[in-house]
């Protein structure tokens, strides 16, 4: 499907960090010690950035979004520095408080939009109670706001789409509904958590290109969160490594992507196939060997370091600081620092 330009102007970032993560640590019981699902990470963000957030299934990165979202499910638990919004300390907040900031200046769209949409409420009313929650405008008026927002992000026949329930949509289409809820009252953070699973290429390409064009249209920074380091290429401005619930590489995308620092960032470069890759000369793949840690038997040192063909005796004893490595980036590897 071919969508319409959208027409606002490009908002270029600034340096005004509109987020700033300090020790972010997610915890959820578990016998004999809890088990760390993000460890201990910070970052920021400046106004008007895309920033991709990149690992391997179980790293971490769903359980960070939805640690500053302030969505953890019980038993789980977060505890941070602080996670600082617009100026503000989100882990200070009431839960009335967090309530009007989501949906309104900080909002998500979800990975599975199935199990995020109500099957009982049709895709208008879901759309509609954003703006009748946060801006108290009418029902007629919220209405009419849905159908818009339906028409921006391309969905076809947003009029009829209104009235049908989730599972009468494609998943293309529910996501679109997804995108649409969460633009309602321009937020001016949007975290995207895998927003293509389970969609087919060419609605993927759609969804990450709708995606971007939010901040585009609507100013908004963008936290992308996703396992594909092809995806933040040509969307993101920095991109951010996650590990067993840890950052190992930071840096501006097209640095980091072209001359990749910390030896799991090159692992995972070299396992992104393309359309000649292991097909001339008979090849497999490039494959990080092993596998990722539990969070219940993490190593002593190095987290990477079962798995790293650098690794020193050193790794194995104490975990690395995330450490200056050049302008603008950061890598948790004294390895590479050295050479």
Not at 37 to 53: H, K, N, P, Q, W
Not at 291 to 312: H, I, N, Q, Y
């Amino acid at each position: 499907m071919e969508e319409e330009p959208l027409t606002s102007a490009t908002a270029e970032p600034t340096d005004a960090p509109i987020l700033d993560v300090r020790g972010l640590t997610v915890t959820f019981p578990s016998a004999p010690a809890p088990l760390r699902a993000v460890d201990g990470i910070s970052f920021s963000m400046a106004r008007g950035e895309a920033l991709g957030l990149v690992g391997e299934s179980g790293c971490g990165k769903s359980a960070t979004a939805l640690a500053i979202m302030r969505l953890i499910p019980e038993p789980g638990r977060v505890e941070a520095e602080a996670v600082d919004f617009e100026g503000e300390d989100l882990a200070r907040l009431s839960e009335s408080e967090m309530r009007l900031l989501r949906g309104s200046k900080l909002a998500m769209v979800f990975q599975e939009p199935m199990s995020s949409l109500n099957p009982a409420l049709t895709i208008g009313e879901q759309v509609a109670e954003v703006p009748r929650a946060h801006a108290r405008i009418s029902r007629r008026e919220a209405w009419r706001k849905a159908e818009a927002l339906l028409t921006e992000v391309g969905l076809p026949d947003p009029a009829r789409r209104m009235r049908q329930y989730p599972h009468e949509i494609s998943g293309g289409m529910r996501q679109r509904a997804m995108i649409a809820a969460a633009l309602a009252c321009e937020p001016t953070l949007l975290i995207a958590d895998e927003p293509t699973t389970a969609l087919d290429v060419t609605v993927q390409a759609q969804i990450l290109d709708l995606v971007m064009r939010v901040r585009e249209v609507h100013g908004s920074s963008v936290l992308l969160i996703t396992h594909n380091l092809g995806v933040v290429a040509s969307s993101c401005d920095r991109v951010a490594v996650m590990y067993a619930g840890r950052l190992v590489e930071t840096g501006p995308a097209r640095e980091l992507l072209t001359a990749p620092l910390h030896p799991y960032t090159r692992g995972l470069l070299a396992s992104v196939p393309s359309l000649t890759s292991g097909l001339r000369d008979g090849r497999r793949l490039d494959s990080i060997p092993g596998t990722v840690p539990s969070p219940a038997t993490m190593p002593p040192g190095c987290k990477f370091e079962p798995r790293c063909d650098l690794a020193e005796p050193a790794c194995s004893e104490r975990e690395p600081e995330l450490s200056e490595a050049g302008a603008g980036r950061h890598v948790r590897c004294p390895v590479v620092l050295r050479a």
